[in-house]
């Protein structure tokens, strides 16, 4: 390694330290949870596990599931009194497309009533609304990704009517390559990166072999949101409970600042413990490193 190269490497390492103690002070009490973490338990009883969700320590909440004005059965208006009294703050949600025909119905994707949608984000406060999955038969081909990104492009600017937003969430498919491109990079060359941000998680970019750093450094500023899952240590298609495994999440949160990080959700979506004893280990694990 050559001099010039070093002090530039120890330089960005300094920069990343500075980060995390910054982000420490900042977000100590800041951690997130994405709700499909509780998908088993959410719509039996809304009220009490957002309830168990405050007392936690949880103090954001990230949605799934929008459909006809309402979320796990409750309307709008109802969920965002539910989550005020416990001083838990919706700051984003997941949507789907609705080209597949099994989500066609679905009244609040981004081909179907997406303004309402996005009005009764508002009403809930969100600051993001997020493209959260594709499902198989909508990304067959670079062409898919392109006319996906074309409509992501649309939907921001209506989330951006209301002061919020837009995101897109990966997996590992992203990663498979079309044409010699990879469509992970190519969606971040065709995504506006005014109006959309990238919401990382970072176990299945584990999963597909990326690094979230590199991607960080790549691509500074566009990753406002994360999904923090971890990875068990001898099969990494198994998940376990974050702060269990073998991802390296104090680095990652080092470079936060280079990211854009501004959000960040706990997500679990296999467990061997009951979900909600599942989230009170990973809260108390993430505190060890934030």
């Not at 002090?7 to 900042?26: D, P």
């Not at 066609?104 to 997020?130: C, F, H, P």
Request: with cysteine.
């Amino acid at each position: 390694m050559n001099r010039r190269k070093f002090i530039q490497q120890s330089a960005l390492a300094t920069v990343g330290t500075m980060a995390l103690s910054s982000f420490a002070v900042k977000k100590q009490t800041d951690i997130g949870l994405q709700l499909y973490t509780l998908r088993d338990v959410i719509n039996k009883d809304v009220k009490g596990v957002i309830e168990k969700v405050a007392s936690l320590g949880y103090k954001k909440v990230e949605t799934y599931g929008y459909n006809d004005g309402k979320l796990f059965g409750v309307s709008i208006k109802e969920f965002a009194i539910i989550a005020k009294n416990v001083k838990i703050n919706v700051t984003s949600g997941h949507y789907l497309l609705g080209k597949a025909d099994s989500t066609k119905s679905i009244k609040g994707t981004l081909l179907n009533e997406w303004e309402r949608a996005v009005a009764d984000a508002k009403e809930l406060g969100q600051e993001y609304m997020i493209l959260g999955y594709l499902l198989p038969e909508e990304r067959k081909s670079l062409d898919d990704y392109k006319r996906i990104c074309e409509t992501v492009n649309k939907s921001a600017e209506v989330c951006k009517k209301y002061g919020i937003k837009m995101g897109y969430h990966n997996h590992e498919f992203e990663f498979e390559k079309f044409d010699g491109q990879v469509a992970y990079d190519f969606m971040l060359k065709e995504l506006d990166a005014k109006t959309i941000s990238m919401e990382m998680d970072l176990y299945w970019m584990h999963v597909a072999n990326q690094s979230p750093i590199d991607y960080f450094s790549n691509y500074p500023g566009r990753f406002h949101q994360w999904h923090v899952k971890d990875m068990d240590k001898i099969d990494p298609k198994k998940q376990v409970d974050v702060g269990t495994g073998k991802i390296d999440f104090p680095s990652i949160f080092a470079k936060a600042k280079l990211a854009g990080l501004k959000n960040f959700y706990v997500e679990q979506e296999a467990y061997s413990i009951s979900s909600l004893d599942s989230i009170e280990k990973s809260i108390i694990n993430v505190r060890k490193w934030i």
